[in-house]
């Protein structure tokens, strides 16, 4: 059986390596602000954790084999090669110690993506085995029972029992043409099942056709997290069948950053053509069915609330006016944290770092920033939209013994539909 | 016009019946010269006050006393006039009464006095050592021959004009003369330039002045100019500046443009490769300066300014390149740019053809 080695690991670096790889690392100008922007760097202070030095393979490979100068040099053996245990020093840099939020790549003054250039060498380091553990093993799952937690249908089919009992309304599975698809997150079957029992009632009060797939629920995707294009391919290959089978039009992203930028905005181009259908995450759809008049509510929470922006949602998609509408609908005491938006500070847990048990560590060091924008505007309680995001808010701010629960925000909705006569 | 050196600048001063107040006021407005904050004033009042009247030289070269005009056009308060009555001017071929051997006599008297503590001012540009020494000459000698013997004991020189500190026009190509600046020559001295053609009057009394109240040199850039006045680009304190910024240019000396007093750049002004103090300081008195004369800067502090292209002409245009031979060029880039893209797009494709896919079995081996 093949196995993965350096070798590989450098071909997949030489392939990831496009024309605006090329023109970023030749417009870097050493300035620094990528640090000043990464909660890992400035809550550790270490200087390895700078943004542009984690990319430092694939930039010796493109220095090395892609530029003048970097052949020159090869020629009189001055070359620095990139080594295997080069990579393996990485691993830390490359998987712990970036949630690939992308606030370096808002930041960077000559406009490097360095966030799209993490993924790519996340790609190198797949293929030339220096992958973290928990991801690897997120990914197999992911492939070979169809969710990264190792969760079957059986289970979530007890969880619908549960919605349908609890509410009196029918779960929908299988229901060819309906209007959308709904995906969830492994995360939100175990730990927020309030979530499918909210888009339950909230479907139902608008009148909207949905549907589950039996044949795929699972919207995240491991492969973009350990950052290998095939088994990501493949997940995302999972969600276009199902959704093709039942002839939906559009398909519904739960509260999950990455899942939705993956199934939405690398999906096409990781299987390489256009999709039959629309992608959408769900505050997107609640904000359009408000927008339309369809969401009727009564009462309003009267405790301070604050929210938290999923980078993936907020500074990757530009969904960030819609939670704020919704929040007008059924708050009254809202304040915004002071960066948020596409400002906002990542939590700390994205981009597998918290599949990695090795990162810890660092994932709660990261968290102080949060910790302290939450402690500026002092709310009773967190609004969210990812069940990453959540959990890690629930365990750092449990950490740090603050008392500020952390809710979602499509249950909040649910809880205030008016009652139907 | 020898003048005795053993008083001070304070007696010198009430000599010449100048009030305590007077005296004060001169140092405040000499502190704003210098660009120096006004808390300087009191130190400046008390250095002068003890302040030795120095010996001054003054050597007239390649030059068309112009610079010396600049110098005597001193304006009311005639701060000029006091600022030369802080030294002992020695000898100057336009200003000396003596003349002849009198006048030479002078100039060795002073040197001889006044050992390693004189200053030397020159303007003119001098016909370099390898140059026919009967280029130019004075009572028999060759301008280098004079020059070199009058700084050996000098405590510095001081340029004054773009001839003397930058060669000027009498080094402008083809430079018959052999021309060469003072900088050129004078290695192991201290040496101020103080260009322009001619300079503003009161930047050649703030060195002087300079001098006197610090006892050393002021700060240089990195053409031996004091940075107090070359400090910015006449561009960066032009106020037709705005009109730069808004893209608002005057295309000839007479279209609407120029009457409403848009920006000169296309006329050929040179404000924003040049530096002086022309635009904060003006001329005769603060009347004007050239730019609100409304004609461009020509850069005549800079370096080699009479061979920097036409004075009309725009600084980014090219001076020598065709538009036929910029059109070739452009056509030569794009086919080069395209082929190597094209080459780099192919060795991409193979280098993606490498990359193998990675399966489950293989990942879980690292488990």
Known sequence: MSELTLERGLAAFRAEIDAPTAAFFSSCVHCGLCAQSCPFYLETGDPKYTPILKLEPLRRVWENEFTLWGRIKGRLGLQKPVTDEMLAEWEELLYDSCSMCGRCSMVCPVGNDLAYMIRKTREGMVQSGHAPEGLIAAASRAIKTGSPMGLQWKTLAVQIQHVESSSGLTVPVDQEGAEYLVLLSSMEIINFPEYLEAITKIFDHAGVTWTLSTQCFEATNAGIQIGNKDIAAELVERVVAAAETLRVSKVISPECGHAYTAIRWEGPNLIGRPYPFRVFHIIEVLDELRAAGRIKTEGKEDDRLSMHDPCNLARKSGVIQQQRNLMALVAENFVDLKEHGKYQWCCGAGGGVSSNERAEELKMAAFKRKKAQIEEVAPERMVTMCATCRTQLEEGLEAFNMEIPVVGLTEMIAEHLVERD | ?367
């Open chain 2, 1 to 367: 016009m020898r003048k005795r050196s053993d008083k001070t600048l304070g007696e010198s001063l009430r000599d010449h019946g100048l009030s305590r107040r007077g005296f004060l006021k001169l140092c405040a407005a000499t502190a704003s010269l210098m660009a120096l904050p006004p808390s300087m004033a009191p130190a400046i009042a008390a250095a002068l006050e003890q302040a030795r009247r120095p010996s001054v030289i003054w050597l007239s070269f390649q030059e068309c006393t112009g610079c010396t005009e600049s110098l005597t056009r001193a304006h009311a308060p005639t701060l000029e006039d006091l600022i030369f009555d802080f030294i002992s001017l020695d000898y100057h071929h336009t200003l000396q009464a003596a003349s002849g051997e009198a006048a030479e006599e002078a100039r060795l008297q002073a040197m001889e006095e006044n050992k390693g503590r004189y200053l030397v001012i020159v303007d003119g540009s001098i016909p370099g050592p390898d140059a026919n020494p009967g280029f130019s000459t004075v009572a028999g000698h060759s301008n280098y021959s004079i020059l070199m013997e009058t700084v050996e004991h000098a405590a510095a020189v001081i340029a004054v004009g773009t001839c003397a500190a930058f060669g000027g026009l009498p080094q402008a190509r083809p430079n018959p003369t052999g021309a060469m600046s003072v900088m050129d020559l004078v290695r192991d001295k201290p040496v101020i330039n103080v260009p322009g053609c001619p300079p503003i009057p009161m930047v050649i009394t703030g060195v002087v002045a300079h001098y006197l109240v610090f006892g050393r040199l002021p700060e240089l850039d990195g053409y031996g100019r004091p940075l107090a006045f070359y400090g910015q680009s006449i561009h960066d304190r032009c106020y037709r500046r705005p009109f730069y910024d808004k893209g608002l240019f005057a295309e000839s000396f007479d279209d609407e443009g120029a009457k409403l007093g848009w920006c000169l750049y296309r006329l050929g002004c040179k404000g924003p490769t040049t530096y002086n103090a022309c635009a904060t300081m003006k001329w005769n008195d603060g009347a004007s300066w050239p730019v609100e004369a409304g004609h461009p800067c020509l850069g005549c502090s800079e370096p080699k300014f009479w061979d920097a292209g036409g004075f009309y002409e725009p600084v980014s245009v090219p001076l020598t390149l065709g538009p036929g031979t910029l059109l070739g060029a452009g056509v030569v880039g794009a086919v080069a740019g395209g082929g190597l893209a094209t080459l780099a797009r192919k060795q991409r494709k193979e280098e993606a053809g490498t990359r193998q896919p990675v399966t489950v079995d293989e990942l879980e081996q690292k488990l």
